[in-house]
Nanobody, 123 residues
Framework: QVQLVESGGGLVQAGGSLRLSCAAS????????MGWFRQAPGKEREFVAA????????YYASSVKGRFTISRDNAKKTVSLQMNSLKPEDTAVYYC????????????????WGQGTQVTVSS
């Protein structure tokens, strides 16, 4: 069993920054690819960023590339998402998730999800 708890969301003005963190507990974390997804009101949940088990490879949605940075600390069992130059369209609930296949883009490859943290960017 894996438990994921996100933190760090909040309200920020456009152009500002936030850092989201996800703390994992339970079974092995260091062998799992991890991802961040987001869901805005009335929209489907979408891929934001992911990182492979070692942290050596990262993946980003085109909408956040160059602004967001994903990282992980396997010793602390945490994965983080540094979000810079935030835009109002980044407003959403952000979810941390664990991939059980190693694939990172499809939602169905993730079998554990956190409860989400709200990010609101005002214009």
């Amino acid at each position: 069993q894996v438990q994921l708890v996100e933190s760090g969301g909040g309200l920020v003005q456009a152009g500002g920054s936030l850092r989201l963190s996800c703390a994992a507990s339970g079974r092995t974390f260091s062998s799992d690819a991890m991802g961040w997804f987001r869901q805005a009101p009335g929209k489907e949940r979408e891929f934001v960023a992911a990182i492979n088990w070692s942290g050596g490879t990262t993946y980003y949605a085109s909408s956040v590339k160059g602004r967001f940075t994903i990282s992980r600390d396997n010793a602390k069992k945490t994965v983080s998402l540094q979000m810079n130059s935030l835009k109002p369209e980044d407003t959403a609930v952000y979810y941390c998730a664990r991939s059980n296949t190693g694939n990172v883009y499809p939602l169905y490859d993730y079998n554990y999800w956190g409860q989400g943290t709200q990010v609101t960017v005002s214009s």
